[in-house]
C-alpha cells in the first residue's frame, strides 16, 4: 500500500526542516514522486528529504508510530548527487553555509532553502559572506541566488568594497569594572525611555516562565547561570549617570545562587499562586543603577515539578539573545549534568566593545548621511495613522492593550505563500503589505509608515547575549498599488477576511 507521511525534523541546533516518509513505492515511482512533488509544491513547501521505508511501523491502536521512524541521513541520499565546490569562492561559500545549516557538505547546486535555510539563517549567511569578501550585497541576493554556483557568480559579478570593520575586543574586561564605558544608540533609546517615566516601570521586561517536568538538577542548573552571566559582561552590567550621560558600568563576576524556593498549595492555589507570580515578575520594574538586570528564580512542589522565572531587562537583551541564551543553557546543563566543562568555546566580544566601536563608527559624515537618508525617507508624513478607536487617545500615552489572536486555515495559508512566491516576495513581505491596506482601508490614509524590528548583527555579534534589535520605519504609499490591484493579484478572499477583523480598542 503507497502511504506518505510529512513531519518537521529538528537537528541538533534547533533548525527544522520537512522530512517525508513514503512506503509501497516500486521502482521506477521514487524519481516521479520527486518530480510531482516540484510540479504542486514551492521549494519552501516541498519536503528537504525523502525516506523510503519498506512499511509503517504501526502502535497499539493501529496509527504510525511516529518514535520509530528512522531519522533522515540527508548526506548518504546526497552523496550520488553532489557536485563538490570547483573555485576558491565556491568553496569559502560552500563552508559557510555548511556551518550555517550544520551539514557536514552542500553541493554547489543544492538550493540554500531546500536545504532548511530561513530569513534568519539568510542574515547570518550574508553578514559572513560581507566579511569574507567584502562586498556589499543585500539580504534579497541570497533569495535570488539561493545556490552557492549562483552566489558565487554574483560575487564575482559584484562590485568590490572596503572591508567592513572589526570590532576590536577587550583583552579582560574585569580591568573596566567601575569605569564608564558608553552605551550603544539602542541601549540610550531604551535609557531615555525608562528616565521619562517619573517611576521605574516594567514595559521593558522581558520574561520567560517555564513549566519543567522531570528530575532536575539543580546545581548543574545553577552552575549554567553562574557561567553565562561570567561569559556574558552585558549581564553584570548597571547604567551609571556620569556628568550628565550615561554610562556602562561592568560589575565584577560573583558567586551566583539559584532562590530554590518550595510550594505546598493545593493544585488549585498552586496555579493561582503560579500565575500571580509570573505576573509579579513580569511587573517588578528594574532599576537600571543599582538592579542587576537579570532576576532569576525557582519553585518545586515535588521531585519532579518545577516553574522557572527568567526576567531581563530590554536593555540588555533582544529576541535574538533570550534564544541564545537558552541554547547555551541548554547546553552547559547537559555539560554540568554529566560533570564536564564548557563545550562553549570563548567569545571573540563583548557587547560593550559593540557600544565602543559603534559610538566611534557612526560619525562625521557617515552619520550625517544616515541623517540625511531618514530625514528624506521620513519627510512629509502629514500625521500618525489615525485608527478609529472606541475611545479618544490620552492625554499621556499608555501602554495598555490588548490582542486578538486568530488562524489562518490551511487552504488560506497555501494561497498566501503560492501568492508571494508569484510575485518573488517572501511571506513576511506578503502580510506587511495586507497589512498595510488593513490601516489604510480603516484610517483612509494612502500613507501608511509601519515599524519592523530587525535582527541588526553581524558575523562578530551573532553569539552576543545584548541589546542589538533595530525598528526600522517601512513608508508604504497604498496609492501605488491600490485595493483593487492587490485583489487581481488573486487574494481578495484573504484580504477581505483581514479587513472584516473588528480593530480592538488601542486605549483602555
Known sequence: MKQALVIVHENSLGDKSLVAYATGMENGEYGELNQFLQQKLPDYLRPNTIVWLDEFSLTANGKIDRRALPLPDVEAERETELVPPRTPTETVIAKIITEVLARERVGIHDNFFALGGHSLLVIKVISRLREKFAVDLPVRSLFESPTVADFAALIANSEQTTKADIIPAASDFSGTVGQPLPLSFAQT??????????????????TVALE???LLDVAALERGLQEIICRHAILRTRIQIVNGIPHQEIAPVKKFQLNLQTIENSPLERQRFLQERATAEAQTPFDLERDEPMRVSLWQWSPENYAFFLTLHHIVSDGWSMELLFQELSTLYAAFANEQPSPLPDLPIQYPDYAVWQRQWLTGSLLETQLNYWKQQLADISSPINLPTDRPRPAVQTFRGGR???QLDASLSQELRTLAQANQSTLFMTLLGAFAVLLS?????DDIPIGIPVANRNHQTESLIGF?????VLRTLSKAMPVSKICSLGCGRWLWML?????FPLTK
Request: proline share 5%.
Open 404 to 406: 486578538v489572536p486568530f
Open 212 to 214: 519543567i517536568t522531570g
Open 468 to 472: 542589538f534589535v533595530n525598528t526600522l
Open 189 to 206: 533609546r531604551l535609557w531615555f525611555l525608562n528616565r521619562l517615566e517619573e517611576a521605574p516601570n516594567a514595559t521593558y521586561n522581558v
Open 499 to 503: 479587513t472584516a477583523i473588528r480593530i
Open 441 to 445: 482601508r480603516y484610517s483612509s490614509q
